[in-house]
């Protein structure tokens, strides 16, 4: 009910638009860790809160992630689904991700996962890992079945994590399988379609 009411009000508001984005899907009978890794003692996951805005955006641009819309998306972001991680030395926000209620036509009442950033100065500590377990729980506790990320060939990195966490690639227009196909080629990995027996749930 409440996933239908919300979608019913935001699909009013309209998106920036973005065009051939991969995506990416939970599986549909997957289950975060359920525990966050241990962060390191100079690390802090917590709720974002509007002070953080400045060092928000500074660290979208060491992590070259672009301008996120973030007016946009309060919108959608669920309560207590804004996570980000402090570094306890400086205060800066070294590393950043968010839940939000994302409806689409081939994703209906559906959890998006979002804006994953992390300091390039600061990788190596799990903190994507971390992140995105926080951003999966949110979403599942939320009772979101469908789940769903978007994000560029040209990521690696968060790639190489998404994969590693569980995330399986959706082919949503025949063209993306052979981008699928380059990015696995890219980060080492065996590419095979039947690996991916979730999509056929989906499509």
Same mark, same amino acid.
């Given at each position: ?36 890794? &241990?962060? %390191?003692?100079?690390? #802090? ?11 928000? *955006?500074? =660290? ?74 926080? &951003?999966? %729980?949110?979403?599942? #506790? ?11 060939? *040209?990521? =690696? ?47």
């Amino acid at each position: 009910m409440y996933i239908r009411i919300i979608g019913k009000i935001l699909n009013r508001i309209k998106k920036p638009k973005q065009e051939n984005l991969l995506e990416m899907l939970w599986p549909k009978n997957g289950k975060s860790s359920g525990t966050y890794k &241990v962060l %390191n003692k100079n690390y #802090r996951l917590r709720q974002y809160n509007d002070s953080d805005r400045d060092k928000y *955006f500074k =660290l979208l641009e060491l992590s070259e992630m672009g301008q996120c819309p973030l007016e946009y998306w309060k919108n959608y972001i669920l309560p207590n689904g804004f996570f980000v991680i402090e570094h306890i030395d400086t205060g800066n926000i070294v590393g950043a991700c968010f839940a939000s209620h994302q409806s689409r036509e081939r994703h209906k009442f559906a959890g998006n996962l979002g804006w994953l950033a992390v300091d390039p100065q600061h990788r190596g500590n799990k903190l994507g890992e971390i992140l995105i377990n926080a &951003v999966v %729980n949110r979403l599942q #506790r939320a009772g979101y079945e469908r789940i769903y990320l978007e994000t560029h060939d *040209f990521r =690696l990195p968060a790639l190489k994590i998404y994969l590693n966490t569980g995330w399986v690639p959706f082919f949503y227009t025949k063209g993306m399988v052979v981008r699928w196909q380059e990015i696995y080629k890219k980060l080492n990995l065996n590419f095979d379609t039947t690996q991916f027996p979730e999509i056929s749930a989906y499509s």
